[in-house]
């Protein structure tokens, strides 16, 4: 059974074990690889007081919990919060629940979960990179729309890819999901 919860020192444990134990994790692969940006933890106590594990904590994320088990993270990020701008996110660290449809339910449930918490909000945004064609595909399955694709601005391992923009209305998601 699938769940948005808040973070804890359980759920932080495990997403330390599968996404920021290892030095070269598969999800480090898609997630943006072209910053450079990902880094190991030797211990949960340096993952525990590190940056990503104060993000993982704050009110910008949820843990996405399959029977119990910390799997992933979904996040929310205001690109201009006095205009009403937000963006999600998700990440499955275990790469042994991709491909089974946990990602298309995780952010179907964000989706929902942040439309229903900002009543005025008009608009939900996604940005990923013409390399990830997965999240590409869960975005278009889900029913966001591609909005932008700002071409080769991406570069990584020797080839140019693109930043891609995906959105849907609330006026849409409606139609599809009510």
């Not at 692969?29 to 104060?54: C, E, I, L, Q």
């Not at 491909?99 to 909000?121: M, Q, R």
Request: hydrophobic share 35%; proline share 3%; aromatic share 16%.
């Amino acid at each position: 059974m699938l769940a948005l919860k808040e973070f804890n020192t359980s759920y932080l444990k495990e997403i330390w074990l599968d996404g920021f134990s290892h030095q070269e994790p598969e999800w480090a692969k898609w997630n943006a690889p072209y910053y450079k940006d990902y880094k190991p933890y030797a211990s949960f106590t340096s993952f525990k007081n590190s940056p990503v594990s104060n993000y993982l904590l704050s009110d910008s994320c949820k843990c996405v919990v399959v029977d119990e088990k910390a799997v992933g993270m979904v996040s929310k990020n205001w690109i201009d919060k006095s205009t009403r701008w937000l963006e999600i996110g998700i990440v499955i660290y275990n790469p042994n629940f991709w491909h089974g449809g946990l990602g298309t339910k995780a952010l179907k449930v964000w989706a929902k979960e942040i439309f229903t918490s900002y009543p005025d909000l008009e608009h939900i945004g996604l940005t990923t990179w013409s390399g990830n064609l997965r999240m590409m595909h869960l975005a278009e399955k889900i029913g966001f729309k591609k909005e932008a694709q700002i071409r080769r601005v991406r570069y990584f391992q020797g080839t140019y890819f693109d930043s891609m923009k995906y959105g849907i209305l609330r006026t849409e998601w409606e139609k599809l999901y009510h």
